[in-house]
Nanobody, 121 residues
Framework: QVQLVESGGGLVQAGGSLRLSCAAS????????MGWFRQAPGKEREFVAA????????YYADSVKGRFAISRDNAKNTVYLQMNSLKPEDTAVYYC??????????????WGQGTQVTVSS
């Protein structure tokens, strides 16, 4: 069955960096766009970044533009989220998803279990 597994989360100080990875299995990886979403306590899930199947086009939420970068390595069936200049408000559970590669979470068919990112002030 299709499985997406996130890794790389943890505790980091404000201004620091983390790189999240999402490894896909049992998925024709190159047929899917990939996205990153996050959910903070008491808040709804929100879009973070997305990348098309070829990696040619990327999309970012305004809140992370200039700080985060999404990329993919189709040979490794892996998508990454490089997070720089982290802020306490970035604290959330981060989820990767496979689908349309858009900002609309309804267009994603597969979701990982999430990885916790905590940014201390």
């Amino acid at each position: 069955q299709v499985q997406l597994v996130e890794s790389g989360g943890g505790l980091v100080q404000a201004g620091g960096s983390l790189r999240l990875s999402c490894a896909a299995s049992a998925l024709t990886f190159t047929n899917y766009g990939m996205g990153w979403f996050r959910q903070a306590p008491g808040k709804e899930r929100e879009f973070v970044a997305a990348i098309t199947w070829s990696g040619a086009v990327t999309y970012y939420a305004d809140s992370v533009k200039g700080r985060f970068a999404i990329s993919r390595d189709n040979a490794k069936n892996t998508v990454y989220l490089q997070m720089n200049s982290l802020k306490p408000e970035d604290t959330a559970v981060y989820y990767c998803a496979a689908g349309a590669g858009s900002s609309n979470g309804n267009n994603y068919h597969y979701w990982g279990q999430g990885t916790q990112v905590t940014v201390s002030s």
